[in-house]
């Protein structure tokens, strides 16, 4: 008779080991890859707009080319991971991004240079949400949401490095330099990630005659586990819901994602309408670019806050975290109109909010959810940056546009509230 063991009792009752901190320090080195080449743009904006005549329409159209190709990854790409593997789809995701963001800098038109950064947003969109999903497999639930947004920091801390080496090079070298830095080290990631990162143990659990692989990681885990020729290693949230869409609406889980879904789209749509006109509003302000660049790249560092965030999280729940830090963070932003200060929790709350999608869906499900979490949220990212375009393009005052901004903030607080109410407070709240 076979011994059934919980995959989810292994990684709980054993500290971390080194195999979940190579996992863990991979994934934030993609994550850095990742936040490196999607904020880039920001920052070279005044760079590039002046290089090739681009009107604040044409720049709008380009920042939102690369945030709509991230929309397509985490709708399109990243719930592929559901089917093939985590592993897979982030090893063709860097190589996919790191390709595009070379051929940016060597575009020769400026439809290539759309193109290239939709594909280079593909790759991001759809790395980004299986980063969570397997990091977020390997955590034990005692400390997990913090361990997702420790490892999701290194998306921050790309974006911060983007924006250092920009106010450093640009002027000199060019805004081609930031993107052929951007595309170089995730190529040099890619083999890396295929020989030293591991499959999601959880997703080899549903695959059939994959239990001696179970076997070998869960005794990396916890090389004092005891394995017999009858064990077999378990799940024990439900797997057998189908991969798709309609799964993330079955089970009563329609109004907690549908909830989610609006908390990403606005708090997504603040973030992007901020971050890629920010330096290029700085600038208007006679601010040098060097300047310009590295405020913007203050906006940034405010994101380590999400450590406290993930902290809290797992003290206190999902719900009520995410409803104070988007509280605070739409006070914030109409701090930003009134008295030029920056806006960290915003940046904090939605690398939080990435952690409570991860534990909003079980294993089958996971990339799925995550991902389309992520991509209706990039709707919103898309919409940000052209909504910045048309309000600077018809002069509405910078601080109008920062108390504008306040409102999605406000609504993300709301749906946030209302997500704590879908589940038993054991279970999310």
Known sequence: MPIETKISDVIDRHKVSNLQKRI???????????????????YIAPTLGAALHFSPNAMGLFFSAGLFGLMLGALLVAPLADRIGRKTVLVACAVLFGLAS???AASASVKMLYFMRLLAGLGIGGAMPNVIAL?????????RSL?????????????ITAGLVASRIVEALGWQSIFVLGGVFPLILAPILMRFLPESVRFLALKEGAQDRVMRILTRIDPELHVYPTTRFVLDDDAGGRM??????????GKRTILLWVMFFMSLLDLYLLTNWLTTQMRALGFSLTVAIVIGTMLQVGGVIGLVLGWLM???????????????????????????DKLPLLVASVLAANAAAAASYPTAIRSTGVGWALGIGRIGSVVGP??????????????????LAVAPALCAALAAFLLGKQRPASDFN
């Not at 052209?386 to 108390?403: E, K, T, W």
């Open 24 to 42: 863990a320090a991979l994934c934030m080195l993609l994550a850095f890859a990742e936040g490196f080449d999607a904020q880039s743009p920001g």
């Open 244 to 253: 798709s869409v309609r799964a993330l609406f079955a089970k009563g889980r």
């Open 102 to 104: 070379l051929a940016i």
């Open 386 to 403: 052209m909504l910045g375009a048309v309000l600077i393009s018809i002069h509405v005052p910078n601080r109008n546009i920062f108390l």
């Open 314 to 340: 797992d003290k206190i729940g999902h719900s009520r975290t995410l409803t104070a830090g988007y509280l605070v963070a739409g006070v914030s932003i109409a701090c930003i109109g009134f008295a030029g």
């Open 135 to 143: 990091i977020s497999e390997y955590a034990p639930q005692r400390n």
């Open 147 to 159: 361990m997702v947004v420790l490892t999701y920091n290194g998306f921050i801390l790309g974006a």
